[in-house]
Every structure is written in C-alpha cells, then in structure tokens.
C-alpha cells in the first residue's frame, strides 16, 4: 500500500527557478494539503483542496500555487523560488468530516541557493 | 485566533520512566485535538486523537492523553517509555468536521530523547 508518495525526496535549486513538487495518494482521499515544516515552527498549511476541482489558502500561501485536477494528484508550485523557501514540504491528505485524520507523505526537502 | 503550544522544544527520558508531553490551545470553540508522531526522515503519524466524549484517550503505542477545557490542554502521557519512542511529537487543533479540517493548527513540536 502506498499511500502518499511525494517527489522529489530532496532537491537543491538555484533561486529564480521553477520548481514542481508532486504528490499523489492512492486512498482515494478528498482532502489533500501541503505543509511546509521549519524548525521551530512546526508545520505550516501553505494550501489546500477540500475535493478535485478545489483549491485553498493557507496561513503562508504566497510564493505558491497548487492545482487539482483529480482526486489522486497535487502537485505543488514554486513559480521563481527564493532562499527562504528552503524547508521540508510535506503533503497529506484526509479522510474528510468523520475521521479527522491526516496521512502524510515522506516530505520532500528543497535547498533554494 | 487559534494557535497551538507545545512548551518544551526538547525533554529527555530514561527508558522504563514516564513521559509527559505538553500542549496548550486557543480555540473558539469546542475543539478537535490531535496528537501525532514524527520519526527522523518520516512523515506525520497520527497517535490519538479527541473530538467529544470520554476526555482520556487511548492511542497507538501505549500513549493516552487527557482533554482538560478548564486548562485548555490536551497534555500526552506514557507510563513507560521506550527506545523506539524517541521521535518528535506534534500536538494539533483542527477546525470543525464541516469544514473538512483544512484548518489543522500545529504545535511547534517536542522532541524526545531517551536514554538507556
């Protein structure tokens, strides 16, 4: 069983680059998010999707964009990237209304030099 | 506005001792409580978690935690911790179930180291 799997697990970019993180689930959840963790500041939500065809903001939204064009896959964007950007991004996604519980993938890492 | 405190950044154990993990939050309402645990280079994982009832929760791995609203907490406990328990615990708010939790507020983190 999959579950979440994101890539790239680690990457170093120069600033002013584009860069595409990706994540897909296989449990056919809902909700799928994306945080970023930082040291001392836990995790952040950067955006969200409630459903396919949905996005959301989050509380440090700017400097990204997601898209959701299915149920499976959310990738996250960072159209010109910037040294502070730097962080682990996680991505996870949920049962809905019932459960309340988050699955998260195994993060992707990205330097932004 | 909601927000989340976990007080210690690092607390260190001996195996075989108790453990208590702090939390404290700031929420409007009724909240729903969450506690999850993080391994080094590993995603999230959820040990227990509170929406209503009985305000003592059992989870995973032998943790428990207690819902107290007059302290506002929502602290983690362990009887008798392991070697394999030394990880980073995130304590976690979510908004009502209506909105589909898209309003997770995060704790900074407790890490936990244990001794031999």
């Known amino acids: 069983i999959a579950g979440i799997t994101q890539a790239p697990t680690s990457q170093i970019l120069a600033a002013g680059r584009r860069m595409t993180l990706r994540c897909t689930q296989d449990m056919r959840h809902n909700a799928m998010y994306w945080y970023r963790q930082d040291l001392g500041l836990g995790l952040r939500l950067i955006h969200y999707s409630n459903t396919a065809g949905t996005t959301g903001k989050g509380e440090v939204p700017d400097g990204y964009s997601v898209s959701r064009a299915n149920t499976d896959d959310f990738p996250l964007t960072l159209a010109s990237a910037v040294p502070s950007q730097t962080s682990v991004y996680f991505c996870a996604s949920g049962e809905g209304a019932d459960t309340g519980e988050l699955f998260f993938g195994e993060g992707s890492r990205l330097t932004v030099l | 506005a909601q927000s989340v405190t976990q007080p210690d950044i690092h607390i260190t154990v001996s195996e075989g001792a108790s453990l208590e993990l702090r939390c404290n939050y700031s929420y409007g309402a009724t909240p729903y409580l969450f506690w999850y645990v993080q391994s080094p280079g590993q995603g999230l994982q959820l040990l227990l978690k509170?929406?209503?009832?009985?305000?003592l929760v059992q989870g995973i791995k032998g943790f428990e935690a207690e819902f107290k609203r007059s302290q506002s907490s929502f602290n983690l406990r362990k009887p008798s911790v392991h070697w394999s328990d030394a990880a980073e615990y995130f304590c976690a708010v979510g908004r009502t179930k209506a909105h589909n939790f898209n309003k997770f507020y995060f704790g900074s983190g407790t890490k936990l180291n244990v001794k031999p």
């Open positions: 509170y929406f209503s009832g009985d305000t």
